[in-house]
């Protein structure tokens, strides 16, 4: 199947500084890939989409300014948590569409887990 | 997309058949039903999928009922790997449409026993 990878695997910084996440498609190109964020023994959230050569859509109550997102190439997305602070520890998810498949299915990557001490 | 009802925990004893049911009431003509699990600290993973029709692959078979209401996923022979939580999401799956957005509900979390 197809695979999405994602780097870091885990960050530990301090309050205040930003943080930058690379979510890949290894393996085929995406022209759309989203972003979750999971807090313990919760469901994933989607924060945003983010189109490739486009703006990112966030959903509501995600600050657009705090999470930025950029999806420069088909097969690269980055979310940077600008000023981090605790509250923003979680574990943060990219899925990407593979729009050349044959039925449109997201992949997931691996997961990065975000503490801010 | 059509909201979708799981149980939230359920047993299985290793190398028995799981059965996991989804309720998916409100499901429209051109939604998929679509299942998803995640392992402990880990991305989900794509299972299967289907419209009406039941389906299968080398991971799980997808039993849908007629009415398309409800549906069951069946890991014929659970391991200890398959202990996971499974998410039953329902969605539609037009490849130009960039709302086809995967939206996770509580899952069900499946324990593998020995």
């Known amino acids: 199947g197809a695979v999405v990878s994602q780097h870091p695997s885990w960050v530990i910084c301090k309050s205040g500084t930003s943080v930058k996440i690379e979510c890949r498609s290894l393996?085929?190109?995406?022209?759309?890939m989203f972003w979750y964020r999971q807090f313990p023994k919760q469901s994933l959230m989607l924060m945003a989409t983010?189109?490739?050569?486009?703006?990112?859509?966030?959903e509501q109550g995600v600050e657009k300014d705090k999470f930025l997102i950029n999806h420069a190439s088909l097969t690269l997305s980055t979310l940077t948590v600008t000023s981090a602070h605790p509250e923003d520890s979680s574990f943060y998810i990219c899925?990407?569409?593979?729009?050349?498949?044959?039925?449109?299915?997201?992949?997931f990557g691996p997961g990065t887990r975000l503490t801010v001490l | 997309d059509a909201k979708t009802t799981q149980p939230t925990s359920m047993d299985c004893a290793e190398g028995r058949a799981a059965n996991l049911p989804c309720n998916h009431s409100?499901?429209?003509?051109?939604?998929?039903v679509y299942w998803y699990r995640q392992i402990h600290s880990q991305g989900p993973q794509y299972i299967i999928h289907?419209?009406?029709n039941n389906e299968t692959n080398e991971m799980a078979s997808l039993i849908i009922t007629e009415d398309r209401k409800s549906s069951t996923l069946i890991l014929p022979h659970a391991t200890l790997r398959d202990t996971a939580v499974y998410y039953c999401?329902?969605?539609?799956?037009?490849?130009?449409?960039?709302?086809?957005?995967?939206?996770f509900g509580g899952g069900t979390r499946l324990m593998v026993k020995p």
């Open positions: 899925s990407a569409r593979d729009m050349g498949a044959r039925w449109d299915t997201q992949y």
């Open positions: 393996d085929f190109q995406a022209t759309t």
């Open positions: 983010s189109n490739e050569g486009s703006k990112a859509t966030y």
């Open positions: 409100t499901i429209s003509g051109n939604e998929y």
């Open positions: 289907g419209l009406k």
């Open positions: 999401i329902v969605r539609g799956n037009r490849r130009n449409n960039a709302g086809n957005m995967l939206t």
